[in-house]
């Protein structure tokens, strides 16, 4: 909370208005109707070279390059990313006549078979010609940092497909448990080739509503268990939802998977459509038998189909990218507090008063924002 407060009152502190609402002159304007994009160095233009050709190394040193916090690598993770959105933007290279990628999020309880579902459905859309990438967020320890990563072991036989990549990232302790930068590995992937993004996220928390926000299409995964998951499952959730899989609905689990379908199909006739052009679908899959899978694929087409011709696809990344462009602005300027070599000096003794019950939180927000203010000011 004492994080959260900060952020928020540093955006509207005058240091911050001065740093960041500058006047901008008329020159200034121009440049940033077409930006020029630094020379990269011969690392991050061997990586792009790479990226371009389709290579899976240089993919993953992309992605490896965007992820670190190591902050003299910031500016070479931003060089590469600009050239890519150029590149992506003049050579979409994408099959079938498509005008955009697939971005697809997919989320839901632990023991939803997530893992299961996507290493089935992504077999078979690399079966039909498909380029498959998988973001698999990976839970990690918010004591440690360190994460299991252990996505690759659960799709074995996916990873060793030619047609697909996939690629773990660690949470890093993220209360959304999406990684800061999965949107940019999106970014990346597209650039290297891949056509279908499936992002794979822990299922706990906020992460559904932060991956939400990185992708085009949000696909909820249920298992068939029986007793109040129903009510277990929070109603924004639900709301944000294109489509709505039953998982798992084979052998003896088949008939609860039926009760389950039928459930979610009267609630979400109470629940107002994320989208007035969708109603989303509850569908039975199962990740055995193959069952529905082929169904659910076709759903997801109709989903983007329509989302293309109307214009929403391309008016909802729009908004998405301002999101991603706040998200790092508060992430720079939190940094940037945290550096501050005066506000160093007495963070641990708010902290302590904090903890204590001796200060209010809002109160030793309040303090540490004027040391930031005056030496922001001073330099």
């Known amino acids: 909370m004492l994080c959260r407060r900060i952020i928020r009152q540093i955006i509207q502190t005058t240091a911050v208005k001065r740093a960041y ?41 992309g992605i490896t390059l965007v992820e670190t916090l190591h902050p003299g690598k910031f500016k070479q993770a931003q060089i590469l990313l ?13 099959p079938d006549g498509r005008k955009h990628s697939y971005r697809i999020g997919f989320s839901g309880p632990p023991g939803a078979g997530k893992s299961t579902f996507i290493e089935f459905f992504g077999k078979m859309l690399t079966s039909k010609g498909q380029k498959v990438a998988v973001l698999a967020v990976d839970p990690s ?14 799709m074995t036989e996916l990873s060793r497909d030619p047609k697909a990549y996939i690629r773990p990232s660690p949470t890093s302790g993220t209360l959304g448990g999406v990684h800061r930068s999965t949107n940019e590995a999106i970014i990346l992937c597209e650039a290297a080739g891949y056509d279908t993004i499936l992002v794979e996220t822990v299922g706990v928390g906020q992460s559904e509503y932060a991956v939400a926000h990185m ?3 949000f ?28 998982n798992k609905a084979d052998g003896d689990l088949l008939i609860p998977a039926q009760r389950i379908q039928a459930e979610y199909i009267s609630a979400l006739k109470l629940l107002r459509s994320k989208s007035p052009l969708w109603s989303p679908p509850v569908l039975r899959v199962s990740s055995t038998t193959g069952d529905g899978i082929d169904k659910s694929w076709k759903s997801m087409q109709d989903f983007f189909t329509k989302m293309e011709e109307t214009g929403e696809l391309v008016n909802e990344r729009r908004k998405q990218h301002k999101i991603w462009m706040w998200n790092h602005i508060k992430e720079q300027i939190m940094a940037r507090f945290k550096a501050n070599k005066n506000v160093k ?6 902290e302590n008063l904090v903890a204590q019950g001796l200060m209010a939180p809002g109160l030793a927000a309040d303090m540490l924002l004027k040391i930031f203010e005056r030496t922001t000011e001073d330099d």
């Open 345 to 350: 000096k007495k963070i641990k003794s708010y």
């Open 82 to 94: 600009a050239k890519v959105v150029k590149h992506v933007k003049e050579y979409p290279n994408l």
């Open 141 to 154: 320890s918010s004591r440690t940092g360190g994460s299991l990563l252990g996505d690759k072991t659960r």
């Open 215 to 217: 992708v085009d299409m």
């Open 21 to 61: 609402c500058l006047p901008v002159s008329q020159k200034a304007l121009t440049s940033l109707e077409d930006p020029k994009i630094p020379e990269p160095d011969p690392l991050v233009q061997r990586i792009f070279d790479g990226i371009k050709a389709g290579q899976r190394g240089s993919l993953a040193q």
């Open 219 to 246: 696909v909820l995964l249920i298992p068939p268990a029986g007793g109040d998951e129903l009510q277990g499952i929070k109603k924004g959730i639900v709301e944000m939802a294109d489509l709505v899989l039953i």
